[in-house]
């Protein structure tokens, strides 16, 4: 099965709304990272969350690794914050710092 | 942020052809990865690395060879092309959080 599921895979919201990206994963991880992947573009670094909270700007990423789950908070969205949100942790036994990725939330806004 | 560069930035080859995509990073990491990225797929891994001379077999290796000449090269060569092989191919590189570059489209006809 998968081991890393994101949910939902597409969420549509109006400016100003806040969002709420999950992800769930099916191992014990020791890291998990956030990234934004504006369409065509680079992926961009959000977060790296071993655990706990983080926040910067509008975005806070919450991490509970026992649980097994992480999840990104986008408070009072914005137009420029469309894109697609990739959560990717590491699994255990697949090596020092390799990632596998979840296939990602695709976020849009309406104006 | 760490900068990770690749080249070229777009690539259309024939099938059965050799191509390599390079991958350059200046942060002195020592751990770089090739991804390729399709739809519905997200993002996978194809091989990656843990220093200069060392490469190791990501989840879909097959079809692809790597090569890491030094600590900030990473190529990810191509021998002969398919038009399955026809995707983004994204380098990153990682002290700790991994970092991307901006990515090359191939397109096999």
């Known amino acids: 099965g998968q081991q890393v599921q994101q949910s939902p895979a597409s969420l549509v919201l109006q400016e100003g709304e806040n969002a709420e990206l999950q992800c769930n994963f099916s191992s014990t991880a020791t890291r998990l990272q956030w990234f934004y992947q504006h369409p065509g573009g680079r992926l961009v670094s959000l977060f790296y969350n071993p655990s706990g909270t983080k926040h910067t700007g509008r975005l806070t990423s919450t991490t509970v690794t026992n649980e097994r789950r992480g999840s990104l908070h986008i408070s009072s969205s914005q137009t420029t914050d469309s894109g697609t949100y990739f959560c990717?942790?590491?699994?255990?036994?697949?090596?020092?710092?390799?990632?596998?990725f979840g296939k990602g939330t695709k976020f849009s806004l309406i104006p | 942020e760490a900068a990770v560069t690749q080249s070229p930035r777009n690539k259309v080859a024939v099938t059965g052809g050799k191509v390599t995509l390079s991958c350059n990073q200046t942060n002195n990491h020592n751990n770089m990865y090739w991804y390729r990225q399709d739809t519905g797929h997200g993002l996978r891994l194809i091989h990656y690395?843990?220093?200069?001379?060392?490469?190791e077999k990501g989840d879909i290796p097959d079809g692809y060879k790597a090569s890491r000449p030094s600590q900030e090269n990473f190529s990810l060569i191509l021998e002969l092309a398919t038009p399955s092989q026809t995707s983004v191919y994204f380098c990153a590189s990682a002290g700790g959080e991994q970092y991307f570059g901006p990515g090359t489209r191939l397109t096999v006809l």
């Open positions: 690395s843990y220093g200069a001379g060392s490469t």
């Open positions: 990717a942790i590491d699994l255990p036994g697949t090596g020092s710092n390799r990632l596998t």
